[in-house]
């Protein structure tokens, strides 16, 4: 693991932030997307000085919270066709001096329980925020069913366990799967208290939901299988690696797949507006004998099934002891031909039986206990700016964060790039790539 950051790279982070903010995220090397919406300023850049150095980091490989599936065909959520619910003003969501001990005393009230689903030990440290979550409210309990379920699969359990004690209380979704979410009056809009310091393309408007985490695109590689390892995507055509590179997942259903068939995209020509590139790439690899059919998750990481990865960055840290038991050795390196990120939104479910406690648990994820937490295990947390501000990042762990260079590319594309990249997956990925 990668030694701690110091107050001086703390410093140099607010610096690209602050130049982030000026340039409205325009300032892009030629491989980023175009007509996006740029990553938070003062929220994007890793340490300067600290890029990640090679054989430290392994991606999680889970196929969870993943789909950034198509949306409902709009443009970036509006939020004001929102189901009507507990849509409270930031600050205001449980009135009196401290909001969170009447939320507390609510959430006692209807049984002490939130129910979550699809939130994976490894991915972007879940194990060690719900760990804090549970040591910050002992007597709330916290259980995850199906941990390794896609985002359409939250939604689905959402609609057939409506009305069941058993049913999802929060959620953990792709931005697309979000606004499906909005169309189908699936939020209860809840603004967290605080709302005003996460950036306003890291929320819904109308506080539908709630980004409280987001990452970019890595390979990883068993090291102990392929001692060269590929460090970037024009590396993955090297006859070399035939039979070893992976997909998290099918790219028309899953978010991490997306990601990499658009991070592909970009850097082979295409650009937000355009992922056939991406799809030709694969199909390419595919035809090459490079691609193989077995979808990464942290068992076909640990057993070798799967010796090149292609996975989100922070699917990393809560693999690396499980991977150092093995005796395997594993390098994550951060592809700097096709530099893509990508966010995960949480929120309410209407009409869930436990709302006050699904309110505690978003109100954790963003505060400074979930921020770290999400730190530690790689992602950058929304709020990124605001711990900065308020130096509760002194002395944080960030060793596990991507390359400050690199994230300061990141844009988010709008609901609508998604939607049409995500038409041109579902027309021509089975007829150019999975059936081919």
């Given at each position: 693991?990668?030694?701690?950051?110091?107050?001086?790279?703390?410093?140099?982070?607010?610096?690209?932030?602050?130049?982030?903010?000026?340039?409205?995220?325009?300032?892009?090397?030629?491989?980023?997307?175009?007509?996006?919406?740029?990553?938070?300023?003062?929220?994007?850049?890793?340490?300067?000085?600290?890029?990640?150095?090679?054989?430290?980091?392994?991606?999680?490989?889970?196929?969870?919270?993943?789909?950034?599936?198509?949306?409902?065909?709009?443009?970036?959520?509006?939020?004001?066709?929102?189901?009507?619910?507990?849509?409270?003003?930031?600050?205001?969501?449980?009135?009196?001096?401290?909001?969170?001990?009447?939320?507390?005393?609510?959430?006692?009230?209807?049984?002490?329980?939130?129910?979550?689903?699809?939130?994976?030990?490894?991915?972007?440290?879940?194990?060690?925020?719900?760990?804090?979550?549970?040591?910050?409210?002992?007597?709330?309990?916290?259980?995850?069913?199906?941990?390794?379920?896609?985002?359409?699969?939250?939604?689905?359990?959402?609609?057939?366990?409506?009305?069941?004690?058993?049913?999802?209380?929060?959620?953990?979704?792709?931005?697309?799967?979000?606004?499906?979410?909005?169309?189908?009056?699936?939020?209860?809009?809840?603004?967290?208290?605080?709302?005003?310091?996460?950036?306003?393309?890291?929320?819904?408007?109308?506080?539908?939901?709630?980004?409280?985490?987001?990452?970019?695109?890595?390979?990883?590689?068993?090291?102990?299988?392929?001692?060269?390892a590929p460090k970037t995507w024009a590396d993955l055509t090297k006859p070399e690696y035939k039979g070893m590179v992976a997909l998290n997942g099918n790219p028309t259903t899953s978010g991490s797949a997306f990601a990499a068939v658009m991070a592909?995209?970009?850097?082979?020509?295409?650009?937000?507006?355009?992922?056939?590139?991406?799809?030709?790439?694969?199909?390419?690899?595919?035809?090459?004998?490079?691609?193989?059919?077995?979808?990464?998750?942290?068992?076909?990481?640990?057993?070798?099934?799967?010796?090149?990865?292609?996975?989100?960055?922070?699917?990393?840290?809560?693999?690396?002891?499980?991977?150092?038991?093995?005796?395997?050795?594993?390098?994550?390196?951060?592809?700097?031909?096709?530099?893509?990120?990508?966010?995960?939104?949480?929120?309410?479910?209407?009409?869930?039986?436990?709302?006050?406690?699904?309110?505690?648990?978003?109100?954790?994820?963003?505060?400074?206990?979930?921020?770290?937490?999400?730190?530690?295990?790689?992602?950058?947390?929304?709020?990124?700016?605001?711990?900065?501000?308020?130096?509760?990042?002194?002395?944080?762990?960030?060793?596990?964060?991507?390359?400050?260079?690199?994230?300061?590319?990141?844009?988010?594309?709008?609901?609508?790039?998604?939607?049409?990249?995500?038409?041109?997956?579902?027309?021509?990925?089975?007829?150019?790539?999975?059936?081919?």
């Amino acid at each position: 693991m990668r030694a701690r950051r110091s107050a001086k790279a703390f410093a140099s982070i607010a610096t690209i932030g602050v130049l982030l903010l000026s340039a409205c995220g325009s300032d892009k090397k030629a491989a980023a997307p175009a007509a996006t919406t740029a990553a938070p300023a003062a929220t994007t850049a890793a340490p300067a000085g600290t890029d990640a150095p090679a054989g430290t980091d392994a991606p999680a490989g889970t196929d969870a919270p993943a789909g950034t599936d198509a949306p409902a065909g709009t443009d970036a959520p509006a939020g004001t066709d929102a189901p009507a619910g507990t849509d409270a003003p930031a600050g205001t969501t449980a009135g009196g001096d401290d909001p969170l001990a009447a939320i507390h005393d609510e959430c006692i009230a209807e049984g002490g329980v939130v129910n979550l689903i699809a939130l994976p030990d490894e991915w972007a440290n879940y194990k060690g925020i719900l760990a804090s979550f549970g040591e910050k409210y002992p007597d709330v309990k916290h259980p995850v069913t199906n941990p390794d379920f896609s985002s359409q699969e939250e939604l689905d359990s959402v609609v057939n366990l409506a009305g069941q004690d058993g049913m999802p209380d929060s959620i953990d979704v792709s931005p697309a799967k979000a606004q499906i979410a909005i169309d189908e009056g699936l939020w209860a809009p809840y603004q967290p208290t605080t709302f005003d310091e996460i950036p306003d393309n890291l929320k819904d408007p109308g506080g539908n939901w709630v980004a409280a985490y987001y990452g970019i695109m890595s390979i990883g590689t068993n090291t102990t299988i392929v001692p060269n390892a590929p460090k970037t995507w024009a590396d993955l055509t090297k006859p070399e690696y035939k039979g070893m590179v992976a997909l998290n997942g099918n790219p028309t259903t899953s978010g991490s797949a997306f990601a990499a068939v658009m991070a592909a995209s970009l850097a082979n020509g295409g650009s937000a507006d355009d992922i056939m590139p991406g799809i030709q790439f694969f199909a390419d690899l595919k035809k090459s004998g490079n691609l193989i059919p077995t979808e990464v998750t942290a068992a076909t990481v640990l057993n070798g099934e799967t010796p090149i990865a292609l996975d989100w960055s922070y699917n990393l840290p809560g693999l690396v002891k499980q991977i150092a038991d093995a005796g395997l050795t594993y390098e994550q390196n951060f592809p700097s031909d096709g530099v893509y990120g990508g966010f995960y939104a949480q929120g309410l479910v209407k009409n869930s039986p436990h709302q006050a406690c699904a309110k505690l648990w978003v109100e954790h994820i963003l505060s400074d206990e979930g921020a770290l937490g999400y730190l530690a295990g790689g992602a950058m947390p929304a709020r990124y700016g605001a711990l900065d501000a308020s130096g509760a990042l002194e002395g944080a762990d960030t060793s596990n964060l991507p390359p400050a260079d690199l994230l300061a590319q990141v844009s988010f594309l709008t609901a609508a790039q998604v939607k049409a990249a995500n038409d041109t997956l579902t027309a021509n990925w089975g007829p150019m790539v999975a059936d081919a």
